[in-house]
Structure formats: C-alpha cells, structure tokens
C-alpha cells in the first residue's frame, strides 16, 4: 500500500513538473507574438469600434459623439477577451479615422481599410460597436445586426440580443440587412448597437462606466453562449 501512495507521488510529481515547463513554454511564446495581444487561445476577436475622426457618427442631444463612445466600448469589451486569453485585434485604437486624408471618398476608404485590418488579421469573429439613434425619444435598449445569409452571423447576433433582452427587460430579435463591414468578412460577424443617442436618459446613462462595463460584459457573456453552443 505504502508503495503504490509513493508511486502515485512521483506520478504527481513529474506531472507537476510538465505542466511548469509548458507554462513556462506557452509563457516564453506568447510573450514574442508579433502582432497581437499576448494570447493563450488560439481564438481571434476583431473588435470594430466604428466612426472615427471627422466621421463622428450619431451625436446625443448632450452633444457626445458616437465615434468617442465606440472607442471606449471597444476598448473595455476588447481588454475582457484578452483577460479571458483571446487574441484580440482593434480596427481603431484612437480618436482618428482610418480614412487618411479627409478628402472626398473618405468613407469608402475608411471602410476598405477596416476590411484590410480585419482580412489580414483572419479572425473567428468579429464585433462592430456602435451606438443608435431614432427620430422618437422613447426608443431604447441595445440592438444587433448581422449579415443576411450568414447562419453563424445570425446565431451569433441571437445570442448576443438574448443576453442584452435580459439585461434591459425587452423582448426584440436580432436584425438581418447589408452591412458592408459583415458582408466583406468570411467570420461569424455581427454589429451591436449598444443603445440610442436620441434617449436622453439612455444617452446619460451610455457614458458612465458602470453601464459601460456592463454592456460590455454582457456582449462577452452573449459571445461566450454562443461559443458553447456552436
């Protein structure tokens, strides 16, 4: 009996020893990529933050920019995926466009340059974070769109509006249409609007960083739902 516990032992002993030396391994490799974020999965996230420089999307009654809010969307729902180990790629990491020079055209530039950044990254999926606006104030709550006939993009965008339906309460589907951004991807993609500009309240409530961090949380969990059933 004494024997077979020692031998166990040394079993667990050797098996700790491998598993330093991997960690140590994956350490070593993942501290020299390149390109990305340090990474433990082989997973990579495209975060989309849209707008940007002269093209500041929507704006609230408060003034805010929708590009400004995108970015720092981005930014929190991007550092939760690497927290998690996945290798994240943004298309937009400042408050400048991807256009260039502001000249005539400057939007089709800047979206043959988000496809760019997105194809050269070849990612497992890709998030475009944006914010809303409708004629009516009374409008609220987050809204996700994704690519017409892509079936991964839909259940993608599904899990997603679930997640969000109960955060704020509300019953709504996800949206099909022609988004150039999710056209022009071979990945699972989908849009996320967070919430309407032209809700003063939601507008408020849109630019703390508590509501902030729990949008971006549930986008993560509402990517995580669908990770696991796909």
């Known amino acids: 009996m004494f024997i077979v516990w ?19 391994s994956a350490f070593l490799i993942v501290r020299n990529l390149p390109s990305k974020k340090a ?19 929507v704006v609230g009654a408060d003034g805010v920019k929708e590009s400004d809010l995108n970015l720092a969307y981005s930014k929190e729902l991007g550092a939760l995926f690497e927290r998690a180990g996945f290798a994240v790629v943004y298309t937009r990491k400042s408050e400048g466009g991807l256009y260039g020079l502001p000249t005539k055209g400057f ?8 496809k760019r950044i997105i194809e050269e990254a070849r990612p497992n999926l890709m998030i475009s974070v944006h914010m809303n ?8 709550g987050p809204q996700v769109f994704f690519q017409e006939g892509s079936e991964q993009g839909r259940l993608l965008a599904q899990s997603l509006q679930r997640a969000f339906n109960d955060f704020v309460g509300k019953d709504r589907e996800a949206l099909a249409g022609d988004y150039f951004v999710c056209r022009e991807t071979t990945c699972p993609a989908v849009i996320v609007e967070c919430g309407f500009l032209s ?14 961090e729990q949008i971006c949380n549930v986008i993560f969990n509402g990517t995580m739902l669908y990770l696991y059933s796909a």
Not at 9 to 15: D, E, I, M, S, T
Not at 39 to 57: E, P, Q
Not at 107 to 114: A, S, V
Request: hydrophobic content about 40%.
């Open 199 to 212: 809700n003063e309240e939601e507008c408020r409530s849109l630019q703390t960083d508590k509501y902030r």
């Open 39 to 57: 990474s433990l999965i082989d997973f990579t996230v495209v975060i989309d933050a849209g707008h940007g420089g002269i093209d500041g999307g």
């Open 6 to 24: 020692k031998g166990k032992k040394v079993v667990l002993a050797l098996l700790l020893l491998i598993l330093a030396e991997c960690a140590l």
């Open 107 to 114: 939007k089709l530039r800047d979206m043959l340059e988000r």
């Open 133 to 140: 606006k409708f004629g009516a104030s009374y409008r609220s």
